[in-house]
T-cell receptor
Framework: AQKVTQAQTEISVVEKEDVTLDCVYE???????LFWYKQPPSGELVFLIR??????QNEISGRYSWNFQKSTSSFNFTITASQVVDSAVYFC???????????FGTGTRLTIIP | SQTIHQWPATLVQPVGSPLSLECTVE??????LYWYRQAAGRGLQLLFY??????ISSEVPQNLSASRPQDRQFILSSKKLLLSDSGFYLC??????????????FGEGSWLTVV
C-alpha cells in the first residue's frame, strides 16, 4: 500500500524567508504521480503541481520550486521569499497509475509571520 | 476551461436528518468524479468515485451514498446523519482519459456540521 509522510506538522517563518516542506512517499509501484496542493483558510484545495514518476526534472514556478528524488522517495517543496499569502496547509499526495485513489499526507500548516 | 462547483457551502443539520450535497463540473465531458471527506484533525479520505453515469465505487463503508444521475453531476447523500458525519466534504474531478487526465482538481468544499 502507498503511504505519504509529511513529518512537519507546523512551520512558522518570518516573511521573505525561504521555507522547504518535506514529503516522503512509500510505494512498490514503478509508475505513479505525485502532487502538491494548497489549502488556504477558505478550505478549497488548490492544485499546485503534478510530477510523473518517470520524470525527475525539478521544476520552478515563480517563487515555488519542487525537488523530486526517486532515490530517496522524496518530493520536497520550497517557497522562496515567502509572503503572508503563502500561509496555508500544504498537502503532498500520491496517485498510482491506473488507480483512482489519491493518498494524501497529513499536511503541513505553514504560517508566514509578517 | 473546466470548472467545478459544489453546494451548499455550509450546512448545519440535526442528527437523523437527510443530506444531499451536489457537485457539477463544466467544460468537460465524461470526467471521473470523486467525493472526499476531511474530518477535523484527520487527513483527506476518499469516499466514493465514479467513472461514468450510474457507476459508483465506494472506498469506505459508511452512512453515506453517492449517485451520478448525469455525466457531470455527482451527488453525496445520507438518509440519516450521524454526529460522526461532520466534516469538510470535497468534490473532485479529472479527465477520464489521457496522461493529462491524471491531475485531480477539487471544488470549493462543503462544511457539514451535524448537531
Amino acid at each position: 500500500a502507498q503511504k505519504v509522510t509529511q513529518a512537519q506538522t507546523e512551520i512558522s517563518v518570518v516573511e521573505k524567508e525561504d521555507v522547504t516542506l518535506d514529503c516522503v512517499y512509500e510505494t512498490r509501484d514503478t509508475t505513479y504521480y505525485l502532487f502538491w496542493y494548497k489549502q488556504p483558510p477558505s478550505g478549497e484545495l488548490v492544485f499546485l503541481i503534478r510530477r510523473n514518476s518517470f520524470d525527475e526534472q525539478n521544476e520552478i514556478s515563480g517563487r515555488y520550486s519542487w525537488n523530486f528524488q526517486k532515490s530517496t522517495s522524496s518530493f520536497n517543496f520550497t517557497i522562496t521569499a515567502s509572503q503572508v499569502v503563502d500561509s496555508a496547509v500544504y498537502f503532498c499526495a500520491f496517485l498510482n497509475f491506473g488507480n483512482e485513489k489519491l493518498t494524501f499526507g497529513t499536511g503541513t500548516r505553514l504560517t508566514i509571520i509578517p | 476551461s473546466q470548472t467545478i462547483h459544489q453546494w451548499p457551502a455550509t450546512l448545519v443539520q440535526p442528527v437523523g436528518s437527510p443530506l444531499s450535497l451536489e457537485c457539477t463540473v463544466e467544460g468537460t465531458s465524461n470526467p471521473n468524479l470523486y467525493w472526499y471527506r476531511q474530518a477535523a484533525g484527520r487527513g483527506l479520505q476518499l469516499l466514493f468515485y465514479s467513472v461514468g453515469i450510474g457507476q459508483i465505487s465506494s472506498e469506505v463503508p459508511q452512512n453515506l451514498s453517492a449517485s451520478r444521475p448525469q455525466d457531470r453531476q455527482f451527488i453525496l447523500s445520507s438518509k440519516k446523519l450521524l454526529l460522526s458525519d461532520s466534516g469538510f466534504y470535497l468534490c473532485a474531478w479529472r479527465m477520464g482519459q489521457g496522461t493529462s487526465g491524471n491531475t485531480i482538481y477539487f471544488g470549493e468544499g462543503s462544511w457539514l456540521t451535524v448537531v
